[in-house]
C-alpha cells in the first residue's frame, strides 16, 4: 500500500506517497521498478536524489529523468510529469508543493540535514523560483517517532538548538521528534500551520508495515518518498 495525504489528492496532487514494507526495499533497482509499473511512472521521468546528509538541494528539470542527482538531499521542480523521489528509514521524508501546481519538491529530512539546513535549503530554492513560504503545502511522511528516537550528546544538542522543544526527557533519557523538528522550522519560515499535513506513524514501532534503521540497522530497506505535478 502507498501511503497519501488526503490533503495532496484533495487538490489533484495524485501522483504522490511514501512506499511501504510491503513495496521493498526502494534501493533496489527491480523493487523500485515494480513500483513505478504499479504507479504508472514511465522510468524516463523518474529522478533521485543521491542523498549524502548534506543540505543542498537541486533544481531539476524533465532532461534530469531516469538519473540519480549526486551529493544532494532534495529536488524540486517546475517540470510536469516529472517524478521526485528521496529514500529513507526513520529519516522524514518531506514533499511540497504550491498552491498554484506549479512546483514540487521531495526533500530528506534526517538530524543531520535538519540540523545542518535541508528545510531552509528547500524554501531557499522555492523563494528563487518565484514562490513565497506562505504559498507552500507540505506533507510529512512516515519517520521514526518521539515514542522511539532516543539521542544524546551532539545529536540532542544540535536539535535542541535548531527547534527548541523537539526534545523530551523520559527516565533520565532524552527523545526527539524529528517531524516536529520539521515542522518548527517550517513555521518559522512562514509555513501557515494549516498547510502541513502529516502520516503519523513511527517507522520503528511499525515494523509490519515500514522499514527502521534504528531497529533494523544495516538490514534496514528503505521506503521512498515520491512526487509529481499533474
Ligand atoms: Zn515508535
Same mark, same amino acid.
Given at each position: 500500500m502507498i501511503h497519501q495525504l488526503q490533503s495532496f489528492l484533495a487538490v489533484g496532487i495524485q501522483c504522490h506517497g511514501f512506499t511501504d514494507?510491503? %513495496?521493498? *526495499?526502494?534501493?533496489?533497482l527491480e523493487a523500485r521498478s515494480a513500483v513505478l509499473d504499479q504507479l504508472g511512472i514511465p522510468a524516463g521521468s523518474f529522478v533521485q536524489a543521491e542523498q549524502v546528509h548534506g543540505a543542498s538541494v537541486a533544481v531539476v528539470s %524533465?532532461? *534530469?529523468?531516469?538519473t540519480t542527482v549526486k551529493g544532494v538531499d532534495g529536488l524540486i521542480t517546475t517540470s510536469r510529469n516529472l517524478t521526485l523521489a528521496i529514500r529513507v528509514a526513520d529519516c522524514v521524508p518531506v514533499l511540497l508543493y504550491d498552491a498554484s501546481k506549479s512546483v514540487v519538491g521531495a526533500l530528506h529530512a534526517g538530524w543531520r540535514g535538519i540540523t545542518g539546513g535541508i528545510i531552509e535549503r528547500g524554501l531557499e530554492a522555492f523563494r528563487t523560483l518565484g514562490f513565497a513560504s506562505g504559498q507552500l503545502r507540505v506533507g510529512l511522511g512516515p519517520a521514526i517517532g518521539q515514542c522511539c528516537y532516543e539521542v544524546g550528546g551532539e545529536v540532542a544538542e544540535l536539535l535542541a538548538l535548531r527547534s527548541p522543544g523537539c526534545l523530551t526527557s523520559r527516565s533520565g533519557r532524552d527523545f526527539a521528534d524529528l517531524r516536529g523538528a520539521v515542522r518548527y522550522i517550517l513555521l518559522e519560515h512562514g509555513v501557515p500551520f494549516s498547510s502541513i499535513s502529516s502520516v503519523d506513524v513511527c517507522t520503528s514501532c511499525r515494523q509490519d508495515d515500514l522499514y527502521s534503521w534504528r531497529r533494523e540497522h544495516e538490514k534496514a530497506g528503505r521506503i521512498m518518498g515520491f512526487i509529481a505535478l499533474p
Open positions: 514494507r510491503m %513495496s521493498g *526495499d526502494m534501493r533496489s %524533465s532532461a *534530469d529523468g531516469s
